[in-house]
């Protein structure tokens, strides 16, 4: 079964920038869209950022601007670059992967903490 591990959370200040990678177990580009989604305390899951499997890209409007994701398809590695990081931004971010008609993934989160 296809398996994803987040990592590059931490600790930063407002203003500051972190990059979150989200390696996959296998090679599912080409058949998978990927997404980040991210979700502080009391707050529902939200999206964050998508990238399908044909390249297209996907923003939630909180982020637009600073945010950007994209693959590493010899390393099997979809990342989140955050920038110009906001208080708001604390949250558990999770990577999925899904296929119309196919399964979900999810990997295990990674936690991201905005300071001052």
């Known amino acids: 079964q296809v398996q994803l591990m987040e990592s590059g959370g931490g600790l930063v200040q407002a203003g500051g920038s972190l990059r979150l990678s989200c390696t996959t177990s296998?090679?599912?580009?080409?058949?998978?869209?990927m997404g980040w989604y991210r979700q502080a305390p009391g707050n529902q899951r939200e999206l964050v950022a998508t990238?399908?499997?044909?390249?297209?890209?996907n923003y939630a409007d909180s982020v637009k601007g600073r945010f950007t994701i994209f693959r590493d398809n010899t390393e099997n590695t979809v990342h989140l670059q955050m920038n110009d990081l906001k208080r708001e931004d604390t949250a558990v971010y999770s990577c999925r992967a899904w296929r119309m008609g196919g399964p979900i993934y999810w990997g295990q989160g990674t936690q991201v903490i905005v300071s001052s």
């Open positions: 990238i399908t499997r044909g390249g297209n890209l």
């Open positions: 296998e090679n599912i580009f080409s058949t998978n869209s």
